[in-house]
């Protein structure tokens, strides 16, 4: 099947999008249709052994720590939807995750807990929002927070890009919603929305000179002024902060090194069908990347320049199939990117081993419960962080009915049951877990449907209610 790109750029113009959106789009497509492979093979990577750990950089001074925190900005990934919750629709960040405090809101705890330390007014806090979050965020924010507070956040606008009808390879038309056309690339776009707009140039005129990049729900990934301060002294343009891979991260990316020796990150969607046996061997790769990452920004400034505007970093093709009216089911594919990969784009790139602390995560309801329960404890600065006794939360299994943050909310009406002892929670079926219920060791409930575990009861081993 021939592939070409005229439709995609007439598409693209006529929805507003600039040329270099378009050729950075054309570049993709040219990419994934020319018969070139997208895969990162086994025979041309080998493992990263091991890395300089996070507890071995050293502490900066207090006046040294209020110099570091006026040259650094925070961004936070905001593109995604609560979809893996349960939710048919609305940013993540707007989800409650703790009492009645959403992502969006610690996260904004935390910027104001920084700007405290740090004496300043700056410190802006920029959100990377998509075409689906946009207005609810801009809306919240309106909602809920004055001007004083306001004036420190700014938005990023990521890009859309057109969903590919995997049959013909023509873009995907749905006459009933223009916007189910379109999807976000990805957040490897965070390069390019950066240089089409004034915030770099912005950024770099004020002096601010790193910039921290996390997914916004991860709420244990506060800055750590260790970090830009050993990139400052070693000359570092591009940091990634890893953790050791487990159990539960074997179909996760995992960070190698190329032929040469550089960093590269591995996407799930970038291993081929044979190489998925040696892609799960924790021990072999042993680190995943946390999607923590920081950047010299006039590194970025000037690579991004000098490749004309974008990278072409490795290519994710992800197949969905859509649902449409009538329950008719339409096969796309999407050409995304992301963030990390951008490792191997810059001489000098580092990265370092950090606890699995900084490194949580609410990618479904299971990780709802944990966070919102006592195995995570909410330091002063307003990181989410597990309790010091854990080095990862319990691996927890919900009733398949639990499938919606409403779902969720009838299951566990009040507190999260006590966790901080529980190593596996299995639940078989629905039911109502009242306040003050604590789950210890290994806890199996095979209860009849709507069960209810009594407040305060103590639930350990196999439990039949």
Same mark, same amino acid.
């Given at each position: ?218 709420? /244990? ?118 963030? /990390? ?99 210890? /060791? ?24």
């Amino acid at each position: 099947m021939e592939f070409s790109f005229t439709a995609y750029a007439d598409k693209m113009k006529n929805a507003g999008l600039s040329d270099l959106r378009v050729r950075a789009f054309e570049s993709c497509c040219r990419r994934a249709f020319s018969g070139s492979s997208i895969y990162l093979y086994e025979k041309d990577i080998s493992p990263v052994e091991s890395l300089v750990k996070l507890e071995e950089l050293a502490i900066p001074e207090p006046d040294r720590e209020r110099e570091l925190l006026h040259k650094c900005a925070v961004l936070k990934l905001n593109g995604g939807l609560a979809t893996t919750i349960g939710l048919e629709k609305g940013p993540k960040a707007l989800v409650k995750v703790r009492g009645k405090l959403c992502f969006l809101d610690i996260v904004m705890l935390q910027m104001r807990a920084l700007r405290k330390v740090s004496g300043t007014e700056g410190l802006p806090l920029i959100l990377m929002n998509s075409f689906n979050t946009h207005k609810e965020t801009q809306t919240y924010l309106s909602w809920n927070y004055g001007s004083d507070e306001l004036k420190h956040v700014e938005e990023l606008i990521q890009s859309k890009v057109p969903r590919i009808d995997a049959e013909t390879l023509d873009p995907y038309v749905c006459w009933e919603n223009e916007d189910r056309e379109w999807c976000p690339p990805g957040h490897g776009d965070l390069y390019l929305s950066l240089f089409c707009s004034n915030i770099l140039k912005s950024l770099l005129e004020r002096n601010i000179r790193y910039l921290f990049v996390s997914n916004i729900d991860n709420l /244990g990934a506060a800055p750590d002024m260790r970090i830009p301060a050993w990139m400052e002294q070693n000359r570092c343009p591009f940091l990634m902060e890893a953790a050791r891979r487990c159990e539960v991260d074997k179909k996760g990316g995992h960070l190698a090194l190329d032929r040469e020796g550089r960093y590269i990150l591995r996407e799930s969607g970038m291993c081929a069908p044979e190489d998925r046996e040696s892609f799960a061997d924790i021990d072999r790769y042993r680190y995943f990347n946390t999607n923590n990452i920081w950047f010299d920004l006039e590194a970025v400034n000037k690579a991004a320049a000098a490749h004309g505007g974008f990278f072409e970093l490795p290519l994710i093709c992800n197949s969905k199939v859509l649902k449409e009216k009538g329950g008719a089911e339409h096969k796309v594919y999407q050409l995304e990117t992301a963030c /990390g990969t951008a490792i191997s784009q810059f001489s000098g790139s580092a990265a370092i081993e950090v606890p699995r602390s900084r490194f949580a995560p609410v990618k479904n309801l299971a990780d709802l419960l944990s966070v919102r329960s006592d195995v995570f404890v909410m330091h002063d600065d307003y990181s989410l962080r597990l309790v010091e006794e854990r080095e990862r939360p319990p691996v927890v299994t919900l009733p398949a009915e639990i499938n919606s943050v409403s779902s969720f909310e009838r299951m566990f009406p009040g507190e999260a049951p006590g966790l901080r002892e529980c190593s596996r929670l299995v639940i078989d079926t629905p039911g109502v877990f009242e306040s003050g219920v604590v789950c210890r /060791g290994s806890v199996h409930i095979k209860g009849r449907r709507n069960f209810r575990a009594a407040k305060g009861s103590v639930l350990e081993g196999e439990v039949l209610l």
